[in-house]
């Protein structure tokens, strides 16, 4: 299978922590990615390799794996914070890149 | 800092053909790979595929029969063109930089802006 699943969305007081998850058969193939996209904003990498941050990224965002099932991790919810989260890897047959259907983090 | 804009119509007709062109600035296209990658509005991304500075392609099957994509060195730019558009083909267009940091590893950094192109006539 080349999908890649996520919650639609998920909630997070302000300062509190939350994750998201993303779960698929390529990712026991290829690495996690992910991305932060803000309404009417092009998308911005935050996590690859699974759980490394690329500069300028603050440390409070963190990722893992286990099995077929990639996370991100934002500890101490910022405002700024809230945005939609994709998930990407390419999938098990290597032809192509795939995106998780996206979630939706509303900082309250 | 390597910037990458997208430009081309933002209306195209039926059956017409979309045509976008990436102007990269701040480095040059040489020795990477640059993608295109869709978003219809409210939904989620979609890789359309990618071409080598040397011209070499990889396209997503579900799009290969319909897409193109190429390389001018001496412009700086990357170009898509999709045939034959129905409205299920109304996006936002986003070019970027596809790195391969390490074996298995795999992301699109930059990203353009994005450009919307809408299919109706």
């Known amino acids: 299978s080349s999908e890649l699943t996520q919650d639609p969305a998920v909630s997070v007081a302000l300062g509190q922590t939350v994750r998201i998850t993303c779960q698929g058969d390529?990712?026991?193939?290829?690495?996690a990615t992910w991305y932060q996209q803000k309404p009417g904003q092009a998308p911005i990498l935050v996590i690859y390799g699974n759980n490394n941050r690329p500069s300028g990224i603050p440390d409070r965002f963190s990722g893992s794996i286990s099995g077929s099932t990639a996370s991100l991790t934002i500890t101490g919810a910022q405002a700024d914070d809230g945005a939609d989260y994709f998930c990407h890897s390419r999938d098990t047959s290597g032809n192509r890149y795939v995106f998780g259907t996206g979630t939706k983090v509303t900082v309250l | 800092q390597l910037q990458l804009l997208e430009s081309g119509p933002g209306l195209v007709k039926p059956s017409e053909t979309l045509s976008l062109t990436c102007s990269v600035s701040g480095g040059s296209i040489t020795s990477d790979y640059w993608s295109w990658i869709r978003q219809p509005p409210g939904k989620g991304l979609e890789w359309i595929g990618y071409?080598?500075?040397?011209?070499?392609?990889n396209y997503n099957p579900s799009l290969r029969s319909r897409v193109t994509m190429s390389v001018d060195t001496s412009k700086n730019q990357v170009s898509l063109r999709l045939n034959s558009v129905t409205a299920e083909d109304t996006a936002v267009y986003f070019c970027?930089?596809?790195?391969?940091?390490?074996?298995?590893?795999?992301?699109?950094?930059?990203w353009g802006r994005g450009t919307l192109v809408t299919v109706s006539s």
């Open positions: 390529s990712l026991t193939t290829s690495y």
């Open positions: 970027a930089r596809l790195e391969e940091p390490g074996i298995r590893q795999y992301y699109f950094d930059p």
């Open positions: 071409v080598f500075f040397t011209g070499s392609t």
